[in-house]
């Protein structure tokens, strides 16, 4: 069954640490993949997103993401944390239609 | 304000009744969404748009109506509200539903079923 699978749903880190949070996808296809963040009370925000070419794309607030075909990932990374990144984090799929996670909330320790 | 806005924001209401949920963006996208999100399951696709009077359904319409009149807005009816219904409410709106189309996202309804 085609499905996105955000293995862990919660995850806290110091400050200034570094951080990667884990998607796995099941699909015939590769598809294109997206990272969204989400703020509380607020709504989704696109961090990057994946198409074609360089397996390692660049986003937004120093957030980096790597697809790697033949373990079915594209796991986000940020090399050094901060506060304002504590946020639901939600990795997207697209094929027919965009298809979402089910979020890793990521709490930042002072 | 230029971008996509949702009201209300937060709804209280009781099993059975109707329920509206208004979104609106001023991108002129042709392309518009309703999502619902739920722990454990993310957010998952209830109806979506492709133009006025064009909707199609997604991958939990059971319960919900949709219409749209114009282009920049796409309301959300449930008419006879259900416990189960109780979620938080996002509508999106995009170019294009081209799977690599950016959708934008609206701040969210959160909807409590008594």
């Known amino acids: 069954a085609q499905s996105v699978t955000q293995p862990d749903i919660h995850i806290t880190v110091s400050e200034g640490a570094s951080l990667e949070l884990r998607c796995n996808y099941s699909y015939g296809a590769t598809p294109y993949l997206f990272w969204y963040v989400q703020s509380p009370g607020q709504g989704l925000q696109l961090l990057l997103k994946y198409f074609s070419g360089d397996t390692l794309v660049q986003g937004i607030k120093g957030f980096e993401a790597e697809f790697k075909r033949s373990q079915s990932s594209f796991n986000l990374r940020k090399p050094s944390v901060h506060w304002s990144d504590a946020a639901e984090y939600f990795c997207a799929v697209g094929i027919n239609d965009m298809r979402f996670g089910a979020g890793t909330r990521l709490t930042v320790k002072p | 304000d230029a971008g996509i806005t949702q009201s209300p924001r937060y709804k209280i209401t009781e099993t059975g009744r109707q329920v509206t949920l208004m979104c609106h963006q001023t991108?002129?996208?042709?392309?518009m969404f309703w999502y619902r999100q739920d722990l454990g399951h993310g957010l998952r696709l209830i109806y979506y748009s492709a133009a006025a009077d064009i909707t199609d359904k997604g991958e939990v319409p059971d319960g919900y109506v949709v219409s749209r009149s114009k282009t920049e807005n796409f309301p959300l009816t449930l008419e006879s509200a259900t416990r189960s219904q109780t979620s938080v409410y996002f509508c999106?709106?995009?170019?294009?539903?081209?799977?690599?189309?950016?959708?934008?996202f609206g701040p969210g309804t959160r909807l409590t079923v008594l």
């Open positions: 999106a709106s995009s170019e294009a539903n081209e799977p690599y189309n950016e959708q934008f």
């Open positions: 991108w002129s996208h042709s392309y």
